[in-house]
């Protein structure tokens, strides 16, 4: 068996010697034979790269299915496309306030009660109540007077007093950068005021820390992925979130966008290739899902998508935007992303397992990939579960203050939107575990590639062995 494969193994030995004992004639048809076995070749590409190239037929179906497809994101965007957000007057409230930034430029421990005095009512003195305990707090204690100088803007340059009390949050500090806010229509004392401190800087160097860190580790797949993550938030920033401002269907411009930003990060990521073909495909027929049980359970829970203040502020702003159909781009977008991992493991299981075994049937080649599916189900489910569960903390620890039952608590909208939200985005999850395993499977099993350049290692030893079987 061993000695029949070794003789093509150095490219500079000639096979003519073999002439004469039977081996002249699969010399040279089989002269893709070697490659597989060399530890330096296809062996190396195959352990380490993308997967062998699947026949010429294949390719085609699989780009009859997706050129189409990427035409119709492409067009859906340049249809879409906004232009930039809409123009409005601003209302002074909450995000949609003028802003500029500042700097803390001294700071003054001043007696509470004496900045306070006018602003304390007689009625709040009762220390049992948190009104009364805040403005007891109020009149005692020592204070911050802060001197802030605006930085930027037509104003630059101009100094206003803050006054800091001692049990609040946000503390200043001398020399400081902070987030002014701006009122043209208030007094002149009280035009401006500190909303934010400046985290730039810790915001910058976090950011800088992840991109060296996933370019050390991912190399120049690292890389592509930065530059994929990039250009997927210019796809929200720049196309979602002013189409749906300009009073596009949500739905719409999210199934477009991140259909866009799918096709765009799976391919860069992870290269032109069949096996990422598959993913794609996988993740759009579990977004069509997600989409289609969506807009099915929003409306059947009658919710309406404004539950908090930044909502009702859009609606006042927008009173166009269908509310409901933001909530449903949003379950899309968020789960996009987890999608991606699931459906492009799956597929690259399929092939890794076909590629270790390429006798293997599509039913065998399913059961086989759908036990490692199983596994990511589970810690992808309650990552996405907790994700929710962490980012509604203190919404849920206000209700366990108030002691509502679990019943009262789901019942709500703002707990509804998130179950929702959260339970959606599970199933279509779950769901494209065997989907994409489905596909990758039979796009694998169905790959008959003509050439012998593509044919598995063991092909010339078993060939080999047919030839001399019947001469």
């Known amino acids: 068996m061993t000695p029949s494969p070794q003789p093509p193994i150095e490219p500079s030995e000639p096979t003519e010697p073999h002439a004469h004992s039977g081996h002249a004639n699969h010399g040279p048809g089989h002269s893709s034979g070697p490659a597989p076995s060399h530890g330096h070749g296809h062996g190396h590409s195959h352990g380490h790269g993308p997967a062998a190239p699947v026949s010429k037929h294949l390719r085609k179906v699989i780009a009859a299915i997706l050129i189409p497809f990427a035409t119709a994101v492409f067009i859906g965007m340049v249809v879409l496309w906004p232009g930039g957000a809409p123009a409005h007057e601003r209302t002074g409230v909450g995000f949609d306030r003028q802003t500029q930034q500042g700097k803390v430029v001294s700071i003054e421990q001043v007696d509470c009660k004496s900045v ?44 206003f007093v803050e006054i800091v009390q001692p049990g609040a949050p946000r503390q200043l500090e001398d020399g400081q950068g902070v987030v002014v806010a701006y009122a043209p229509d208030a007094p002149r004392d009280l035009q401006y005021s500190v909303i934010d401190v400046n985290r730039k800087l810790p915001m910058a160097v976090l950011a800088g820390i992840f991109a060296l860190a996933v370019v050390l580790v991912g190399r120049m797949r690292g890389l592509f992925a930065l530059i994929a993550l990039v250009i997927s938030f210019g796809v929200l920033t720049l196309f979602i979130l002013p189409a ?31 096996r990422t073909a598959v993913a794609v495909l996988g993740t759009l027929v579990s977004l069509l899902l997600i989409g289609v049980l969506g807009s099915v359970l929003i409306d059947w829970a009658f919710l309406s998508g404004n539950t908090d203040d930044n909502t009702g502020l859009i609606h006042g702003l927008y009173p166009d935007i269908d509310m409901s159909g933001l909530l449903l781009a949003g379950v899309i977008i968020g789960s996009l992303g987890v999608l991606d991992d699931v459906t492009v493991t799956q597929t690259s299981a399929v092939w890794e397992l076909h590629q270790a075994d390429s006798s293997m049937s599509s039913r065998a080649l399913y059961k086989a990939a759908i036990r490692i599916g199983r596994d990511h189900i589970a810690s992808v489910v309650n990552t996405l579960v907790l994700a929710y569960a962490g980012a ?17 608590v789901a019942n709500s909208e703002l707990v509804a939107v998130e179950i929702v939200r959260t339970l959606v985005g599970s199933i279509g999850l779950v769901a494209s575990v065997p989907v994409t395993t489905a596909l990758a499977a039979l796009v694998v099993s169905a790959d008959r590639p003509g050439s012998p350049a593509v044919a598995p290692a063991s092909g010339p030893v078993r060939g080999g062995r047919g030839r001399r079987r019947k001469r």
Not at 392 to 408: D, E, K, Q, T
């Open 244 to 274: 749906i401002l300009q009073g596009s269907n949500p739905l719409v411009v999210a199934v477009v966008g991140a259909s866009a930003i799918m096709l765009i990060s799976l391919f860069m990521c992870h290269g032109l290739t069949a």
């Open 392 to 408: 509604a903390l203190p919404l849920l620890l206000l209700f366990s203050i108030a002691n509502s039952s679990m019943g009262s």
């Open 116 to 159: 306070n005095a006018a602003q304390v009512p007689t009625t709040t003195g009762d220390p049992t109540t948190p009104a009364g305990r805040e403005a007891q707090a109020a009149q005692t204690g020592e204070c911050k007077k802060a001197t802030v100088e605006v930085g930027t803007g037509p104003d630059k340059g101009r100094t």
